[in-house]
């Protein structure tokens, strides 16, 4: 049974889907509170927990941009073998009295979870899973963060209970 359900998750595309084994207990989170005005812009890939849709994938930045309806398109946009591409979504607030809760979508009207776990108080880097433990990224405004803030950052990922062993460092000069 727990294969079939592996299967039609990756058949939907649907990152949030899974069968849960009781494996690892993880504290997914989030912020009680976002500006959402002041996520938009660009960010960086610093860090993330690797898979198929970013294999291999280097030089990964994500670029918000709040429309008027509310929505916020995604453009996600990388270099994997030297050759740049990019793949445009969209996010969404479901729910107002739990910020921290994004739905993304980059096909159809299948969405994932986007959790913010942690974010800067000056929204400088930011800390992103989903409602299971296989996905994380830690993100910057710049490409590199200081030794000492993404040691910080490891830790506090470490504390809720994410193998940090999995991080794939991606940004490349």
Known sequence: MKNIIILVCIMLGLGSCRADNGNQKIDNSTIETLDV????GKWYEIA???????KDMTNVSAT???LDNGRIEVLNAGYKNGEYKEIKGKAKQPNPDDPGKLKVSFFLWFYSDYYIL???PDYSHVIIGSSTDKYLWIMSREPVLPDNILSELIEKIRQR???TDRLVFSYKK
């Not at 005005?37 to 938009?40: D, N």
């Open 37 to 40: 005005a002041r996520f938009m």
């Open 48 to 54: 993330r927990y690797d898979h198929r849709f970013e």
């Open 64 to 66: 918000y941009t709040l």
């Open 118 to 120: 942690d974010i800067a």
């Open 161 to 163: 209970g994410y193998d």
